[in-house]
């Protein structure tokens, strides 16, 4: 099998789905895991996951996203916003509305693609570390940027700026449907801050009788966005910063299982999915450790700032763990990241 790289990281995935992969584990949505989530379907409710994308409020929570700016479409100088189209045709009745939006595509309820976090890792096992993506994909050459790190020459400058590999729109070309299932950790931990690592997800699935297979797409109720709903776009960053549940990205039992587990995605309710900062670590080590164990290594989509509470209050009150879910992303080619509005269905 050629691939562009000669060797891989440790535990990853690299090749598995084939030397060309850019989904990684949403492979394993196979056409029986759909059917597996659409079996989940007694009642016929549905659940909107997504909050409103003008949500948290601010850029307290990241100062590089931005809410979105709303605008009408002009005709030269007029916006057409309850245009009439007699301004331009006196005979028509038409009264016409027509927008944009200038769009931070992970300010809210979103999906990381592949190409969000990469790692310094040898590829070419010639001793030298470069900038690589899941699936060897490389910086420069598979994902573009305009600003020159580390003093290398870029090898396509001038070139499309953005993910030429590994984009969001890969998975939206897939579609992201199958069996959710859900791990209520605000149930058990409430509202205060907890590292959640292999032994305390353990006893949380255990507790509530949740099943992982693989292939399952594992969602995570930590009560997170139920507070950035509550402050209605006016983030409390004092209160934020000690609240609720996150994975414990240095357990390396916690990564093991999620390796182990097959699961396809993770979708959280909260900020970065893990715990962030990350538990201090002495020497190189990745900021972010589980955004590098999935999406670097093994492919696994992170979903993060879902509205998952009244699902997950649901699913509690009837006895349930499991659900149809429907996630698309944007089909936009070259993004790094995506909106997403997720549908559960009971």
């Given at each position: 099998?050629?691939?562009?790289?000669?060797?891989?990281?440790?535990?990853?995935?690299?090749?598995?789905?084939?030397?060309?992969?850019?989904?990684?584990?949403?492979?394993?949505?196979?056409?029986?895991?759909?059917?597996?989530?659409?079996?989940?379907?007694?009642?016929?409710?549905v659940f909107c996951l997504s909050l409103p994308l003008d949500f948290p409020g601010g850029n307290k929570l990241n100062p590089r996203r931005h809410a979105p700016h709303l605008a009408p479409t002009y005709r030269e100088?007029?916006?057409?916003?309850?245009?009439?189209?007699?301004?331009?045709?006196?005979?028509?009745?038409?009264?016409?509305?027509?927008?944009?939006?200038?769009?931070?595509?992970?300010?809210?309820?979103?999906?990381?693609?592949?190409?969000?976090?990469?790692?310094?890792?040898?590829?070419?096992?010639?001793?030298?570390?470069?900038?690589?993506?899941?699936?060897?994909?490389?910086?420069?050459?598979?994902?573009?940027?305009?600003?020159?790190?580390?003093?290398?020459?870029?090898?396509?400058?001038?070139?499309?700026?953005?993910?030429?590999?590994?984009?969001?729109?890969?998975?939206?070309?897939?579609?992201?449907?199958?069996?959710?299932?859900?791990?209520?950790?605000?149930?058990?931990?409430?509202?205060?801050?907890?590292?959640?690592?292999?032994?305390?997800?353990?006893?949380?699935?255990?507790?509530?009788?949740?099943?992982?297979?693989?292939?399952?797409?594992?969602?995570?109720?930590?009560?997170?966005?139920?507070?950035?709903?509550?402050?209605?776009?006016?983030?409390?960053?004092?209160?934020?910063?000690?609240?609720?549940?996150?994975?414990?990205?240095?357990?390396?039992?916690?990564?093991?299982?999620?390796?182990?587990?097959?699961?396809?995605?993770?979708?959280?309710?909260?900020?970065?999915?893990?715990?962030?900062?990350?538990?201090?670590?002495?020497?190189?080590?990745?900021?972010?450790?589980?955004?590098?164990?999935?999406?670097?290594?093994?492919?696994?989509?992170?979903?993060?700032?879902?509205?998952?509470?009244?699902?997950?209050?649901?699913?509690?009150?009837?006895?349930?763990?499991?659900?149809?879910?429907?996630?698309?992303?944007?089909?936009?080619?070259?993004?790094?990241?995506?909106?997403?509005?997720?549908?559960?269905?009971?």
């Open positions: 099998m050629q691939t562009r790289w000669k060797q891989r990281p440790p535990g990853s995935t690299w090749g598995d789905f084939g030397p060309d992969d850019q989904i990684g584990r949403l492979n394993l949505l196979t056409p029986e895991k759909v059917l597996q989530g659409v079996a989940e379907v007694r009642e016929g409710l100088d007029t916006p057409y916003l309850n245009f009439p189209l007699k301004n331009v045709d006196p005979q028509a009745s038409d009264v016409i509305s027509d927008d944009q939006v200038t769009l931070w595509l992970q300010y809210s309820t979103q999906w990381d693609s592949l190409a969000h976090v990469g790692s310094w890792f040898d590829a070419d096992a010639d001793g030298i570390a470069e900038r690589v993506y899941y699936n060897g994909y490389r910086a420069d050459e598979h994902v573009v940027g305009p600003v020159d790190y580390g003093g290398e020459t870029p090898r396509t400058m001038g070139q499309h700026v953005g993910a030429r590999a590994l984009g969001i729109e890969n998975y939206a070309v897939k579609g992201i449907q199958g069996r959710g299932v859900m791990a209520d950790l605000h149930a058990h931990f409430g509202d205060a801050r907890a590292a959640v690592g292999y032994d305390e997800l353990m006893r949380v699935l255990e507790a509530d009788r949740v099943v992982v297979e693989p292939g399952d797409l594992l969602c995570l109720h930590t009560g997170f966005s139920a507070h950035i709903l509550r402050m209605e776009r006016n983030p409390d960053m004092s209160v934020l910063d000690s609240a609720c549940a996150c994975l414990d990205g240095r357990d390396e039992k916690l990564l093991a299982w999620i390796t182990e587990s097959g699961i396809a995605a993770i979708c959280a309710d909260n900020y970065a999915v893990e715990l962030y900062p990350a538990k201090p670590k002495d020497g190189t080590r990745p900021a972010l450790p589980l955004h590098e164990h999935c999406l670097f290594k093994l492919g696994v989509p992170l979903g993060e700032l879902w509205w998952i509470s009244d699902l997950a209050a649901w699913l509690r009150a009837n006895g349930r763990n499991r659900f149809l879910l429907t996630a698309p992303p944007l089909r936009l080619p070259g993004a790094v990241g995506s909106p997403a509005t997720p549908i559960a269905t009971v």
